[in-house]
């Protein structure tokens, strides 16, 4: 039976066989963020059902592909589509291909989601920077044998989303008049949107938006000392008019809507990096 480093090491040597770099930057992108890919230079483009101990995506709004490339004159990873717990993944599985983004080589994560505005003040089309995020309604993906060789028993997540890059971003916003948020996302684990009451209680608890995804992913690049920066496109809003319903096909349109902004935001940032 394969350990989980076994594994790691078989899907990076698998991956470093196809292709050699020295790129430190890696962005997994969400529902219906899939065309920043169309911006990247890309050498090489591996589908996940190739790559050994990889999840496969079976979301709509997901491709499934890891491809390297380069992106604003950077070499970086891009995962075009991501896995969730609600597919029937495990935490650790949803999480893996960020541990094998670690032994690639990578020190600054990038993540983008779609996500449900909880704050009343977003409107659909809102970019929200995630200053910090509720991981209590999901499973922790560290849970189990702790590799130390990945990170320590007990990370500390005081500071999971970079201060630094938060503070950058902010700046490319207001010199490209983007109007960004900012806020604390809740992770959840899906697939039902939220009912009524349960995003008044987010709302209670403190979180600005919710959604399915990202809090697995940055728990363990934080464990691997990576440095995280996340982006929320919003797409529907949970407190609204009764009659008001969501459905998936709107959170993907809202998300295409808002790619413009969200690319140019990733790309002076990968400048930046």
Known sequence: MFTLMNQLAETTAFIKGKVQTDATIGIILGSGLGNLAQEIKTEISIPYSEIPHFPVSTVEGHSGSLLLGELSGKKVWVMSGRFHFYEGYSAQQVAYPVRVMHMLGVKVLLLSNA???????????????????????????????????????????????????????????????????????????????????????????????????????????????????????????????????????????????????????????????
């Not at 909880?118 to 849970?143: A, E, R």
């Not at 008044?200 to 959604?211: E, F, M, S, T």
């Not at 609204?240 to 349109?253: A, D, G, P």
């Open 115 to 273: 996500a449900g505005g909880v704050n009343t003040n977003f409107k659909v089309g809102d970019l929200m920077l995630i200053n910090d995020h509720i991981s209590l309604f999901t499973v922790n993906p560290l849970l189990g044998k702790n590799e130390e060789s990945l990170g320590t028993r007990f990370p500390d997540m005081s500071e999971p989303y970079c201060k630094k890059l938060i503070k950058y971003a902010k700046q490319i916003a207001l010199s490209n008049n983007i109007d960004l948020k900012e806020g604390v996302y809740t992770g959840v684990t899906g697939p039902t949107f939220e009912t009524r009451a349960e995003y008044k209680l987010i709302h209670v608890l403190g979180g600005d938006a919710v959604g399915m995804s990202t809090v697995q992913e940055n728990i363990v690049a934080v464990h691997c000392g990576m440095k995280v920066f996340a982006t929320s496109v919003i797409t529907d809003l949970g407190i609204r008019e009764e009659e008001n319903i969501i459905t998936h096909e709107e959170v993907l349109q809202a998300a295409k809507e808002a790619e413009p902004k969200l690319t140019l935001l990733f790309k002076e940032l990968v400048k930046y990096l």
